[in-house]
């Protein structure tokens, strides 16, 4: 006699199990990437105490708009890239790579309003000889090739999820991390060199 198939014996989504995201060497990188930019800023903090008013200045010809704007870039793509992780874990994963896709796009943005700010300060004679612009490029420098490198992150996953015999929920999820950091980052920075009177 066949025994009919009853409900629990079909497959069923797992509830999520409040695990840590990702894969715990990439939480390890992060942890690592921000202290090293903490010690950035506590020292653009003292700095920046011992000369007032020439930072002060000097931040007066930074565009606050740029700043704003490719604010709003980076938390968009983190948007986009938060999403392709739940369509990940739902198995919609043509969804996830267009959202992925979409984040990238985000982060390309980013860098050529940036690229296009770094310009425009050059170009009026704000470079590194003065301290404010010195921290300023350091600062900005740095954050831009980790956004760099973390398109290349969005591009591995791109490549990962195309593959049926390579999708893993956990490297999206690390990809994720990764790229969450680096918008945290530049809220960060966005907060320090823009906004801080």
């Not at 870039?73 to 986009?80: D, P, Q």
């Not at 900005?140 to 973390?150: A, D, E, I, K």
């Not at 591009?155 to 918008?183: I, Q």
Request: net charge positive; aromatic share 12%; glycine share 8%.
């Amino acid at each position: 006699m066949t025994r009919s198939r009853s409900h629990s014996d079909s497959p069923s989504p797992q509830p999520p199990t409040g695990h840590l995201p990702g894969d715990i060497h990439m939480w390890v990188m992060v942890l690592g990437d921000l202290v090293v930019f903490g010690g950035y800023f506590i020292i653009f903090m003292i700095y920046r105490s011992m000369n007032p008013d020439e930072f002060l200045l000097a931040q007066q010809h930074l565009d606050i708009n740029i700043g704003v704007l490719n604010t709003v870039i980076l938390l968009t793509s983190s948007w986009f890239v938060a999403r392709s992780v739940l369509a990940t874990r739902a198995g919609r994963h043509d969804s996830a790579v267009r959202l992925i896709w979409a984040g990238g796009l985000c982060g390309v943005l980013f860098i050529a309003f940036k690229s296009y700010e770094w310009a425009q300060k050059i170009a009026a004679g704000h470079t590194n000889s003065e301290m404010f612009y010195s921290f300023y490029y350091v600062l900005t420098g740095v954050h831009l090739v980790h956004v760099l490198l973390g398109l290349i992150v969005l591009g591995v996953l791109v490549r990962e999820l195309r593959n049926p015999g390579r999708r893993r929920t956990s490297l999206v999820e690390s990809g994720a991390v990764y790229w969450h950091m680096v918008d945290l980052l530049w809220v960060v920075i966005f907060a320090l060199l823009y906004v801080m009177r």
